[in-house]
């Protein structure tokens, strides 16, 4: 399946196949597999395979989906929400560092990596960049430092994420 470019958007492919996007919104390089050919016809990204065997078609649909979402990230962006639940629970932003107050003894700080920047709009965290992987990526690290319990749903969770409730403990008769 074509991927459409949209306008303002540019492509380069050099050698060992890497491919460089260039959209409004930034610029993403990434290296693809040289087995996967990559050419621009008409306002369109082709890829093709020179073979049906088991690890080249897992190559080529991997392929197509990576620089998609390139093309996608440097157009509109991505970026994911983040909740935090609990008593006491609180994230706010400090320049480029992000800090939580999580029940810990000390406040758990991060700094923000290159290309991602965090926005604190009361108790959501939204992570945005342009490159999918490195929000992705931000965002677990950022849930990792309080992963939601079952029994309250105090922790961090992303927005679309639903929690299964447990039942507490009961006392005895």
């Known amino acids: ?6 306008s303002g958007v540019t492509m380069e492919v050099a050698e060992n196949n890497s491919v460089t996007v260039k959209g409004p919104k930034g610029t993403l390089s990434r290296v693809f597999p040289a087995e996967i050919k990559i050419e621009q016809k008409d306002g369109q990204i082709e890829l093709t395979r020179p073979d049906d065997e088991k690890r080249t078609k897992a190559m080529h649909g991997l392929s197509r989906a990576l620089l998609n979402n390139m093309v996608v990230g440097v157009t509109d962006g991505f970026e994911k929400k983040l909740e935090v ?41 939204i992570v945005k960049g342009i490159s999918k992987e490195a929000v992705g990526q931000h965002a677990a690290i950022i849930r990792e430092k309080r992963p939601p319990e079952p029994y309250k749903g105090k922790g961090i969770k992303y927005a679309d994420e639903t929690i299964r409730r447990k039942v507490g403990k009961t006392g005895k008769k």
């Open 1 to 6: 399946m074509p991927i459409a470019v949209p």
């Open 85 to 125: 639940n609990g008593v006491g629970y609180r994230a706010a932003k400090q320049g480029k560092k992000l800090v939580l107050t999580l029940g810990y003894s000390h406040p758990v700080e991060l700094e923000d990596p290159e290309g991602v920047e965090t926005v604190v709009d009361g108790q959501t965290i």
